[in-house]
């Protein structure tokens, strides 16, 4: 089953510390990996889209890892910000024009 | 260029009412989506149009209609709306062609069917 798994639900961390969430995925065939940012009350915006032969990707203080072997991403946020407070979804493609399989997300909040 | 813009953003009914969500782009995006979003959940798509004059079920369309109006519109219809679908709806296109083709969302219409 296409399946996209994220860790952990929810985290929250103090302003300016670093933070990793983890995106583990059962889809094939595999297209492209995104991660998306969604504020509350907002629509997703992309940050970052990963093809198979791209093992890392940066966005500002945003950087996703991809490995294709193991089926598993993560998305490294450095010196966080109260604004980076959002939730984060991994979201898969596969190939062809096929609908994308999205995870549930992590909800992030960084603090003062 | 304002993206994907979805009306109205908020709206309650009583159960057994009728209304359409509106859904527009203008990035002369081939394909457009209807996504819910309920809590605890990811998101699920309802319908999509690959291309105008299409449309194809999504895993959850059960009390949903849709239509592709044109190339720019695609609208969502409650025909006898439920308290199950209480749900924030997100419309959304893409592109269809070489590259990664990223899929942009609209900001999203809050539902809630008393």
């Known amino acids: 089953k296409n399946q996209v798994e994220q860790s952990p639900q929810s985290l929250i961390i103090l302003e300016g510390k670093n933070c990793t969430l983890q995106?583990?995925?059962?889809?094939?065939?595999?297209?492209?990996l995104r991660w998306y940012k969604q504020d509350t009350g907002r629509g997703p915006v992309s940050l970052t889209i990963?093809?198979?032969?791209?093992n890392t990707k940066s966005n500002g203080r945003y950087t996703a890892t991809l490995d294709a072997d193991t089926k598993q991403s993560s998305l490294h946020i450095t010196a966080s910000q109260l604004s980076d407070s959002a939730s984060y979804i991994c979201v898969v493609r596969r190939s062809g024009n096929t609908p994308l399989v999205f995870g549930k997300g992590t909800r992030l909040s960084v603090i003062a | 260029n304002a993206g994907v813009t979805q009306t109205p953003k908020f709206q309650v009914l009583k159960t057994g009412q009728s209304m359409t969500l509106q859904c527009a782009q203008d990035?002369?995006?081939?394909?457009m989506y209807w996504y819910r979003q309920d809590p605890g959940m990811g998101l699920r798509l309802i319908y999509y149009s690959a291309s105008e004059g299409t449309t194809d079920k999504g895993e959850v369309p059960n009390g949903y209609n849709v239509s592709r109006l044109n190339k720019r519109e695609f609208s969502l219809r409650l025909e006898s709306a439920a308290p199950s679908q209480t749900s924030v709806y997100f419309c959304?296109?893409?592109?269809?062609?070489?590259?990664?083709?990223?899929?942009?969302f609209g900001p999203g219409t809050r539902l809630t069917v008393l």
């Open positions: 990963m093809t198979f032969s791209e």
């Open positions: 990035m002369n995006h081939n394909s």
């Open positions: 995106c583990n995925y059962t889809v094939s065939p595999f297209s492209n």
């Open positions: 959304a296109s893409r592109k269809v062609g070489t590259g990664t083709n990223e899929q942009f």
